[in-house]
């Protein structure tokens, strides 16, 4: 089976984490711009990695990549997601398990 694209990897992100807050119902408007931010930053990271497997030692980019990836990060420490915080509410749904 073929990796996916990150644009399309981006959109199942994008969905997954926007069921992710309608679950502890904090689907508003101002998360769902957190969301898309948190997607901008994954795509900017994949075409940072990319540009690194032909420049590995470009440290601005790495730099940059790094960057990217403390934002992701942030941004789903302000939403409250989290793996454990999604493994709980699977739990709760009855279903378990990974989504």
Do not use: C, W
Request: avoid cysteine; glycine fraction near 4%; charge should be positive.
């Amino acid at each position: 089976m073929a990796a996916k694209k990150p644009k399309n990897r981006a959109k199942d992100i994008k969905k997954s984490l926007i069921e992710q807050l309608k679950n502890k119902h904090a689907d508003i408007e101002a998360f769902a711009i957190q969301v898309d931010s948190y997607v901008a930053f994954y795509l900017l990271e994949n075409e940072a990695r990319e540009f690194l497997k032909e420049h590995p030692y470009d440290k601005e980019i790495s730099r940059q990549a790094i960057a990217y990836n403390k934002q992701q990060l942030s941004i789903l420490k302000q939403l409250g997601l989290s793996a454990e915080t999604v493994m709980k509410l699977k739990e709760e749904d009855g279903a378990g398990g990974l989504m």
